[in-house]
């Protein structure tokens, strides 16, 4: 039984490979995976910025959906056939954070696809706990869109972000993307902030409000939406000094930051503004079981349009022609490599 998967080997280069298959051990499931998308970490760590974390024998992906063909002993709840995507945290389960019910952000925590092989393969051996399957209006090309959902879900929901709220999101890549959708889901009143002009294109014709920052004075625009009040709460997802610098400065009175990007260097914050407004400053990372649960409703809802997200599609044998063609490409959303033909 061939196993092809795509074996990052450095440099930029990947390599595909015939691995052998892992028969699931108790309570673990064998999977078929269908599609895997790219996402940010994946392009980090293609770009070579994580070589010292995942060395040049790593199967990256974590974005998946799949078919579930095998499974081990003491598995309940789980058979043959049955369509899933994959939660891919691992935690140690013995830290302080694993004690007090925060395992998404275990002390020790091996993000799979990252820190041990993923799913840019066509078998994957896991954890049955890890699955959650799908309804069975969504198909399994939209389900690969359930992970990076669930971030933006996660992001919502320590947002405590209300109905009515004013929102506004610095940033439309993918993730930005889908926490504005999210959001406007969640009946607030969103504003997303994006200096490409494509992606604002692409915004507004999934029904969202985009403007780009370099064209419109934002702070203005959502002081006169909101009575000059500011925004309840605002996500930043640019990774931008300019996005640190607009996050303070629109925020209402004990308004709710919610950090989402990573910043590659450490960004200049207006501490003199938290301060002067009683800002809130949120931590936000992955996500947790009930994220999952409900990337799924509004997946299968259609509150998130999947035909406009998914921007391309490629075979596994030229995964190094995607990963190439997204990078520095700020037109494309999201791209699935295609493992198996699922449906």
């Not at 507004?204 to 004075?217: C, I, S, Y």
Request: proline share 4%; glycine share 10%.
């Amino acid at each position: 039984m061939n196993n092809p998967a795509a074996v990052y080997r450095g440099d930029g280069h990947f390599e595909i490979v015939d691995q052998p298959v892992a028969a699931p051990g108790p309570g673990e499931v064998r999977l078929e995976i269908a599609f895997c998308g790219i996402c940010g970490t994946d392009l980090h760590a293609y770009l070579g910025h994580m070589d010292a974390r995942i060395g040049d024998q790593r199967v990256l992906g974590h974005e998946m959906a799949g078919t579930v063909v095998e499974v081990g002993e003491g598995v309940d709840g789980h058979r043959c056939g049955d369509r899933v995507v994959v939660r891919p945290l691992d935690n140690c389960g013995d830290c302080p954070a694993c004690n007090n019910g925060h395992a998404h952000i275990c002390h020790h925590l091996k993000f799979m696809g990252i820190d041990t092989d993923g799913a840019f393969k066509r078998f994957w051996t896991v954890p049955a706990k890890l699955l959650h399957a799908l309804p069975d209006n969504l198909s399994l090309a939209a389900a690969a869109l359930v992970e990076p959902t669930a971030v933006a879900v996660h992001d919502v929901r320590r947002a405590r972000l209300k109905a009515g709220e004013c929102a506004l999101v610095i940033g439309g890549g993918p993730i930005g993307t889908l926490i504005a959708l999210t959001a406007k889901a969640e009946g607030a009143d969103v504003i997303l902030s994006e200096i490409n002009s494509t992606r604002i294109r692409m915004a507004n014709a999934m029904g969202l409000e985009a403007v780009n920052p370099l064209e419109t004075d934002v702070v203005a625009l959502i002081n006169e939406r909101t009575g000059n009040k500011g925004a309840d709460v605002v996500f930043e997802v640019s990774g931008s000094q300019p996005g640190v610098d607009l996050m303070t400065e629109v925020a209402a009175t004990r308004g709710r930051i919610v950090m989402v990007a990573i910043h590659a260097n450490r960004p200049l914050v207006d501490m003199f503004r938290f301060f002067w407004r009683e800002l809130e400053l949120i931590g936000a990372r992955v996500y947790e079981p009930e994220d999952f649960d409900r990337a799924l409703e509004l997946l299968g809802s259609g509150a998130i349009d999947v035909d406009a997200i998914i921007t391309d599609k490629q075979p596994l044998e030229r995964i190094g022609d995607a990963f190439a063609s997204l990078t520095g490409n700020a037109e494309a959303l999201k791209t699935l490599i295609t493992i198996t033909q699922g449906e």
